[in-house]
T-cell receptor, first 110, second 114 residues
């Protein structure tokens, strides 16, 4: 089993819809979780970090963490074509080591 | 701040040649990471440093790969000899102790080995 798993997609949603991206991880002791966005041909950039169970909201983005289920999700409300990118889930593996999932490609259709 | 600076941005070389990739982290950051990204394997952690000391190099594919960080503002990743399967985008990223998972990535070095 991979340490961090994501559906590769592509996930296609219409403009204005909610996009839901999911991630599971295998290490129960992981304490911090992150979502990065990567546009085609560019480097990853951090968009959300979450450290405790529950929801964390930042503008149109909501990260959800359920440690008991080892599950992290990212919701994007009112999706825009500019949100089209690959979204990478990352888990802190201890000692500063950050492990990334394969990424989910999101396409928002106008 | 200028952000993480990598060079070269693109490198095309022939199999068997030595390749050296360079990285300047953000000033004040004490963690430096080298990742490799391919379509097949995604973003793989190769090695990371804390305060210039290598902490975990378990992701380095084989002895052909080596990395150094002689000071807080410079790191190199060297491949010798290079092989076609090393073709990938190599990213350097940095962070600091208070927020180790919040990485700042450089623009990457795209390596093509013919």
């Amino acid at each position: 089993q991979k340490e961090v798993e994501q559906n590769s997609g592509p996930l296609s949603v219409p403009e204005g819809a909610i996009a839901s991206l999911n991630c599971t991880y295998s290490d129960r002791v992981s304490q911090s979780f992150f979502w990065y966005r990567q546009y085609s041909g560019k480097s990853p950039e951090l968009i959300m970090s979450i450290y405790s169970n529950g929801d964390k909201e930042d503008g149109r983005f909501t990260a959800q963490l359920n440690k008991a289920s080892q599950y992290v999700s990212l919701l994007i409300r009112d999706s825009q074509p500019s949100d089209s990118a690959t979204y990478l889930c990352a888990v802190n593996g201890g000692g500063g080591k950050l492990i990334f999932g394969q990424g989910t490609e999101l396409s928002v259709k106008p | 701040d200028a952000g993480v600076i990598q060079s070269p941005r693109h490198e095309v070389t022939e199999m068997g040649q030595e390749v050296t990739l360079r990285c300047k982290p953000i000033s004040g950051h004490d963690y430096l990471f080298w990742y490799r990204q391919t379509m097949m394997r995604g973003l793989e952690l190769l090695i990371y440093f804390n305060n210039n000391v290598p902490i975990d190099d378990s992701g380095m594919p084989e002895d052909r790969f080596s990395a150094k960080m002689p000071n807080a503002s410079f790191s190199t990743l060297k491949i010798q000899p290079s092989e076609p399967r090393d073709s990938a985008v190599y990213f350097c990223a940095s962070s600091w102790t208070g927020r180790t998972g919040e990485l700042f990535f450089g623009e990457g070095s795209r390596l093509t080995v013919l």
